[in-house]
């Protein structure tokens, strides 16, 4: 069965500093990967999307990801981060129609 | 375009009740996912409709049950709540379903007391 695994339950990071959320998964064929982002008390929010070709995927509010098959991962990353980035961030991987198959997500702290 | 819109925001039930919760997905969408989200189960898949037909269904009990209607809008049912329904209960749509992008709505807050 497909299985999104996020390692990290919580991150901090200092203000300005680089960011990588790293997220593995399960799938026997070629996956279809999303990362959302959760604000308190908010839905979630699309931040990008890998279903093939560049393996190096470009999305919203300056975060970008890297397909890596031969490592089953798919992590997320952004250069400097600010302030308003703290939230949850979802990794997931699509199964069949409609469904999403979500890992437990990471909470990413500022640190100021 | 307006979002995927949810009422109510927020509800507080007792044991045993029933409750349903109602998703407008965005216009021209015509899937509509149901997702349960916990602090000790994370997000989790209840099921989507697609022109007021079931096409996928996650493993929750048969107490949690949805529907469709022909402009799309959804509801979902829960019956006999128990406490550990206590939870976020957030609505996607997309425009076929698939593979295409979902938007999520704001979520409801189910509180079971």
């Known amino acids: 069965a497909q299985s999104v695994t996020q390692p990290d339950i919580h991150i901090t990071v200092s203000e300005g500093a680089s960011l990588e959320l790293r997220c593995n998964y399960s799938?026997?064929?070629?996956?279809?990967l999303f990362w959302y982002v959760q604000s308190p008390g908010q839905g979630l929010q699309l931040l990008l999307k890998y279903f093939s070709g560049d393996t190096l995927v470009q999305g919203i509010k300056g975060f970008e990801a890297e397909f890596k098959r031969s490592q089953s991962s798919f992590n997320l990353r952004k250069p400097s981060v600010h302030w308003s980035d703290a939230a949850e961030y979802f990794c997931a991987v699509a199964q069949g129609a409609s469904k999403i198959i979500f890992g437990s997500g990471t909470r990413l702290s500022i640190r100021p | 375009k307006a979002g995927v819109t949810q009422t109510p925001r927020y509800l507080i039930k007792t044991r045993g009740q029933q409750v349903t919760l109602s998703c407008s997905p965005i216009?021209?969408?015509?899937?509509v996912s149901w997702y349960q989200q916990t602090p000790g189960q994370g997000l989790q898949f209840l099921f989507e409709?697609?022109?007021?037909?079931?096409?996928n269904k996650g493993n929750f009990p048969g107490r949690f049950s949805g529907r469709q209607f022909s402009n799309s809008r959804s509801e979902m049912n829960v019956s006999t709540l128990e406490l550990g329904d206590s939870a976020l209960y957030l609505c996607a749509s997309s425009t076929s379903g698939g593979m295409d992008t979902q938007y999520f709505g704001p979520g409801t807050r189910l509180t079971v007391l």
């Open positions: 409709y697609f022109s007021e037909t079931q096409r």
């Open positions: 216009s021209g969408h015509r899937s």
């Open positions: 799938y026997g064929a070629t996956p279809y």
